[in-house]
């Protein structure tokens, strides 16, 4: 009788090893994810975690709010996180100061920081010899600024000048107050400034600038290339999401922003609407202008190659794939 009964031990001995990996293949990796601002730029992260798309990737992924990109890169470097959704100044700056980290995808690659000025200037030419506020030298507003004088061959500082004023809010209170006829500002203030009677004359949305970032630890992507590459499909489910489904977006931005003013969700809706990136393709031109804007307060920047703070590969075996496909048909 002890023959059947090893026979049949053995039979299950097999069954196990046989469904004990497709068991594991089967259950979500558990992983942990930042956000660094509230903000409706974020919303796509947010919409592939309400709409179950890290799940659908088989990933299991705990989304955390840690408030400010440089803590939050510290507790990437740490471990306590395996991904982050920075921006991308501070993870150029983070890696420059030697983090062992890399950019693989840049979720925005615009951003809807605009020039707000007084009413009686109708035109950016008119700044000739007036003042601009910013938040501070170096900083997005800076470099598009730079950029939107250099349309009409302007200079900051020879022709227009420039002042740091810490914050939008600041630089909002700079242009009531008169001491500035011009400031950069960025929503939810820029809708403030609109309410006072300012006006906008130029906008950055069409200057390539990554806003929103996606940072891994070198070592994990060495480890885990795997699930690098489930996140970012799920967070490319998130862009499209957006782009295509507008009341799903403004619901689940409203939900994170806890905004309840529907005239203010539909503007930040419109003002985010083309700033994302459905690729996810972090870009070296997008880095040159990040380490341009960083060169004024670290030497390191200057020298620094753009190629050295990205790694497309997870997005590239994915475009190989034809994951991407579904979002053009």
Request: aromatic content about 8%.
């Amino acid at each position: 009788m002890s023959k059947p009964v090893c026979t049949f031990g053995f039979l299950c001995a097999v069954i196990l090893l046989v469904i004990s990996p497709l068991y594991s293949a089967q259950t979500p990796l558990k992983s942990r994810a930042a956000y660094t601002v509230i903000s409706g730029i974020l919303t796509p992260i947010w919409l592939a975690a309400e709409e179950r798309a890290f799940q659908k990737y088989n990933l299991d992924i705990e989304l955390v709010f840690i408030s400010g990109s440089p803590v939050t890169l510290r507790s990437l470097v740490a471990g306590e996180i395996d991904f982050a959704a920075p921006g991308a100044e501070p993870a150029v700056s983070a890696i420059l100061g030697g983090a062992d980290l890399s950019i693989v995808a840049f979720v925005a690659n615009r951003t809807p920081i605009s020039l707000y000025v007084e009413p009686a200037i109708a035109k950016v030419e008119e700044l000739k010899g007036k003042t601009v506020a910013l938040t501070s030298f170096a900083s997005s507003g800076a470099y598009l600024l730079k950029v939107c004088l250099g349309e009409v061959r302007l200079e900051q500082r020879k022709d227009v000048q420039v002042t740091q004023s810490g914050g939008y809010v600041e630089s909002l209170a700079a242009l009531q107050s008169g001491r500035v006829q011009g400031a950069m500002l960025a929503p939810p203030i820029s809708y403030r400034a609109e309410a006072l009677g300012f006006k906008k004359i130029w906008s950055g949305l069409g200057v390539e600038y990554p806003s929103t970032t996606i940072a891994v630890r070198k070592s994990y992507l060495t480890k885990s290339p795997e699930p690098v590459g489930q996140f970012l499909q799920a967070i490319a489910d998130g862009v499209h999401l957006f782009k295509t489904d507008r009341e799903k977006a403004l619901k689940v931005m409203a939900q994170y922003t806890k905004l309840k003013d529907r005239t203010i969700l539909e503007k930040t809706y419109a003002d985010n609407k083309d700033v994302h990136n459905q690729m996810l393709l972090p870009t070296e031109s997008g880095i040159r202008t990040i380490l341009e804007v960083l060169a004024p307060v670290n030497p390191k920047a200057a020298g620094a190659k753009p190629e050295a703070f990205i790694d497309a590969g997870p997005l590239k075996r994915l475009e190989e794939r034809g994951f991407f496909k579904k979002f053009s048909s």
